[in-house]
């Protein structure tokens, strides 16, 4: 079945410097979306991407789409501790199967 | 608006018990998918329903079953309990099939004794 894989599964960086989480898929997605989960809470949707090579800001967040529409990254410029966080990718077939990365856990020291 | 309604938050049921967990959805919206929330497995899908209809099942045994009613709130069973099945179970609703997204219920924590 399809398979999503993230990494890194966890990244510990100083404020202000940059972060990025990767997502690869086995299969070629029809879009691919991107959740913040803070400590405790539920995953709050980011971003979606729809087209091969799509670029996506969001302030300090950047989101790539890859031309291959099979993988995907997060950047994100400067941290701040507010970004603290678990990011997960969540990426859709043409069936309409949604399926989930595994997440990569954000910790930022002040 | 009202957003993602989980009900219970919290239960705790032995081995063989079985379970029921309720989604209410954002009002207006058409498809509920369920999922399985465990430290070492991430999100794992369950299952998606939209007009009453399953329409997506994920990878788990027969005991997990689902239904969602004329009003788009949905059910999730469980039978037959095992400890591995403690978890977050989190339903997130969506307007409409196709890639929408996805806004999260703050979970029910299902433990297991």
């Known amino acids: 079945g399809q398979q999503v894989m993230q990494i890194p599964q966890y990244q510990h960086v100083q404020e202000g410097e940059d972060f990025t989480t990767y997502c690869n898929s086995s299969t070629t997605l029809s879009n691919i979306q991107w959740y913040k989960q803070r400590p405790g809470g539920h995953p709050v949707f980011l971003i979606q991407?729809?087209?091969?090579?799509e670029v996506k800001k969001q302030k300090r967040l950047t989101f790539q789409f890859g031309e291959a529409k099979k993988n995907s990254s997060l950047h994100i410029t400067a941290t701040q501790t507010t970004d603290v966080g678990t990011y997960f990718c969540?990426?859709?077939?043409?069936?309409?199967?949604?399926?989930f990365g595994d997440g990569t856990t954000l910790t930022v020291k002040p | 608006k009202a957003g993602v309604t989980q009900t219970p938050r919290y239960l705790i049921k032995t081995r063989g018990q079985q379970v029921t967990l309720s989604c209410s959805p954002i009002s207006g919206h058409r498809s509920v998918s369920w999922y399985q929330q465990t430290p070492g497995q991430g999100l794992q899908f369950l299952f998606e329903y939209f007009s009453e209809t399953q329409r997506n099942k994920g990878n788990f045994p027969g005991r997990f079953s689902g239904r969602q009613f004329s009003n788009s709130r949905s059910e999730m069973n469980v039978s037959t309990l095992e400890l591995g099945d403690s978890a977050l179970y989190l339903c997130a609703s969506s307007f409409d099939r196709g890639g929408q997204p996805q806004h999260f219920g703050d979970g029910t924590r299902l433990s297991i004794l």
């Open positions: 991407l729809v087209k091969s090579g």
């Open positions: 969540a990426g859709r077939t043409n069936a309409g199967k949604s399926t």
